[in-house]
Nanobody, 121 residues
Framework: QVQLVESGGGLVQPGGSLRLSCAAS????????MGWYRQAPGKERELVAT???????NYVDSVKGRFTISRDNAKNTVYLQMDTLEPEDTAVYYC???????????????WGQGTLVTVSS
């Protein structure tokens, strides 16, 4: 069994910063793409950013220049540095990863439990 555990959410004022972390654990052979999604109240879940094993990144337009995704492959961990936060960034943030378990033949899509980020004065 594999799982993703997120941390780092909380309440922050507009213009502030937060750093989210997501660690994968279990019997893991490799992890390809890791990413962050978010779901605001009353809205559908949307992609925020992704990063490949080699470090190639992709961002939704609304966070470009403000958010930075990174990963530590040795620790099976992905991070999301969020700067210049806006009230519109308020959402539950979910970690996502494509994980190949030991002795498995195909990658499995795994989701974290979510962490709440609230941007408010």
């Amino acid at each position: 069994q594999v799982q993703l555990v997120e941390s780092g959410g909380g309440l922050v004022q507009p213009g502030g910063s937060l750093r989210l972390s997501c660690a994968a654990s279990g019997s893991i052979a490799s992890i390809s793409v890791m990413g962050w999604y978010r779901q605001a109240p009353g809205k559908e879940r949307e992609l925020v950013a992704t990063i490949t094993f080699g470090g190639s990144t992709n961002y939704v337009d609304s966070v470009k220049g403000r958010f930075t995704i990174s990963r530590d492959n040795a620790k099976n961990t992905v991070y999301l540095q969020m700067d210049t936060l806006e009230p519109e960034d308020t959402a539950v943030y979910y970690c996502n990863a494509q994980i190949l378990r030991e002795h498995a033949l195909r990658y499995l899509e795994v989701w974290g439990q979510g962490t709440l980020v609230t941007v408010s004065s």
